[in-house]
């Protein structure tokens, strides 16, 4: 999942559900949701930032400061729920480098057939990306037409 994905999905939940949300409460909930992926930078994709050992913290001391602190650990939260979805999340990083995920196939139409599985891994090493984006940029433009019309 690229980032204009991970930043856009929380970020059209919040200003669906939120009562009165804010531009600052939208950043910080953006960032959040794509602060992980600095693992890039290390090693292995997703390593120290996508294991729950340093989120753990950073949700309970949101969860005392509130806004904008906890949007910020509710967008890293998103990021990590998401990412278990297209891969694994290695809860216990860096104690334990093997990960978590749930992969869902659909074939057909044919011999139509839904399968769920949980996956069991390493996080891949780290590579160069290319990235198509035209679709999660698509999204990112909802996302921000929604923001300018619950915003303003
Ligand atoms: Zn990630």
Same mark, same amino acid.
């Not at 198509?132 to 915003?151: D, V, Y």
């Given at each position: 999942m690229d980032?204009?994905?991970?930043?856009?999905?929380?970020?059209l939940v919040y200003l669906a559900l939120s009562g009165e #949300?804010?531009?600052?409460? &939208?950043?910080?909930?953006?960032? +959040?949701?794509?602060f992980p992926d600095l693992d890039a930078l290390a090693e292995e994709h997703?390593?120290?930032?996508?294991?729950?050992?340093?989120?753990?913290?950073?949700?309970l001391l949101g969860l005392h400061l509130g806004s904008p602190f906890l949007l910020f650990a509710l967008g890293w939260g998103s990021?990590?729920?998401?990412?278990?979805?297209?891969?694994?999340? #290695?809860?216990?990083?860096? &104690?334990?480098?093997?990960?978590? +995920?749930?992969?869902?196939?659909?074939t057909?139409?044919?011999?139509f057939r839904i399968r769920a599985e949980i996956i069991e891994r390493y996080p891949d090493e780290r590579h160069d990306y290319r990235l198509e984006i035209g679709g999660s940029f698509a999204l990112a433009l909802l996302a921000i037409l929604t923001a300018i019309i619950r915003l303003h």
């Amino acid at each position: 999942m690229d980032p204009l994905e991970h930043a856009s999905i929380p970020s059209l939940v919040y200003l669906a559900l939120s009562g009165e #949300p804010t531009l600052a409460g &939208l950043t910080a909930l953006a960032l +959040g949701a794509v602060f992980p992926d600095l693992d890039a930078l290390a090693e292995e994709h997703r390593s120290y930032l996508h294991s729950l050992l340093p989120f753990l913290p950073i949700l309970l001391l949101g969860l005392h400061l509130g806004s904008p602190f906890l949007l910020f650990a509710l967008g890293w939260g998103s990021h990590l729920f998401l990412d278990f979805f297209t891969g694994v999340v #290695p809860v216990a990083y860096p &104690l334990s480098r093997r990960g978590w +995920g749930l992969s869902i196939t659909v074939t057909g139409p044919g011999n139509f057939r839904i399968r769920a599985e949980i996956i069991e891994r390493y996080p891949d090493e780290r590579h160069d990306y290319r990235l198509e984006i035209g679709g999660s940029f698509a999204l990112a433009l909802l996302a921000i037409l929604t923001a300018i019309i619950r915003l303003h």
